[in-house]
């Protein structure tokens, strides 16, 4: 059954990093953009889904294809979280901008967002295999674990394939068959079955502090994937990858600190709004991540 709705927001928004991130990084058969629309399966409570998200002046435009009317208030909670609807960018934009290095890209672009995810652990899985890889290998590795454990879904109005497979399906597999280096195995294994045992907690509702202490705890593990994590899956706002190199390199060429260690320091005035600022160092660079899909 197809729904057709609008999801309201404080303005402003810049959608150009917010879809352009989705986009860049969409898993084949998972994600894509069609029509102008960012789509996506969703995995229900009753059932399969798929949402199409559409960038407006004023409003997302939302379609929603779902296997069970009781989805509908589910889907449209995680359409908001994935695209960041319900932050507050007056006040964002009023704390990043009260910085003089951080100013300049503030007016540039306010209402700058924080990509969300549509499920932590789907979104902790793909953080494990983008570590140091390029964008393309992280989508590669990933539409191959789709392709082998996903479940297929119909798509009547687009190219969708496949659910990202579970923390379940995932524990299945053999670590062997995964073409990475042998520490990033045991990472994944390790993940997985913390995922599926319910030792790690990744959803919604989930304890944020506790759920960084048991990601820190997993082998390979370190502070950029925890951070990342905790600002795309765990809806940390005031998460930080000072260690990220594309931060790293943006905050040198605007004078700051470059050092994780300092940079850390200064971001303390960026408090509690880092992720944010994470946004805006990053949209700095040349990289398909900060450009609206035409």
Known sequence: MLFSLDLPFTPPLHPDNLFGH?????????????????????????????AALRPQPERI???LILSDERDLPAAIAVCRRILDLDAD????DAALGADPLLAPLVAKAPGRR???????AEFAVRAVLGQQVSTAAARTHAARLVAAYGEPVRDPAGGLTHLFPTAEALATLDPGTLALPQARRRTMAALVAALASGDLDLGPSADPARART????????????????????LGDRDAFTATDLGVRHAALALGLPATPAALTRHAETWRPW?????????????????RLPR
């Open 114 to 120: 924080v990509p969300g995810a549509a499920d932590g």
């Open 89 to 92: 960018p007056a006040a964002v």
């Open 61 to 63: 435009g939302c379609e």
């Open 22 to 50: 989705l986009v860049a990084t969409g898993v084949p058969g998972v994600e894509e953009w069609r029509d102008g629309a960012y789509r996506r399966t969703l995995r229900l409570p009753h059932g399969p889904g798929i």
């Open 214 to 233: 048991r990601l820190a705890a997993l082998p390979g593990v370190g502070p950029w994937t925890v951070e990342t994590i905790a600002m795309r899956a």
């Open 274 to 290: 880092r992720a944010y600022a994470v946004q805006h160092l990053w949209a700095t660079g040349d990289h398909p991540i900060n």
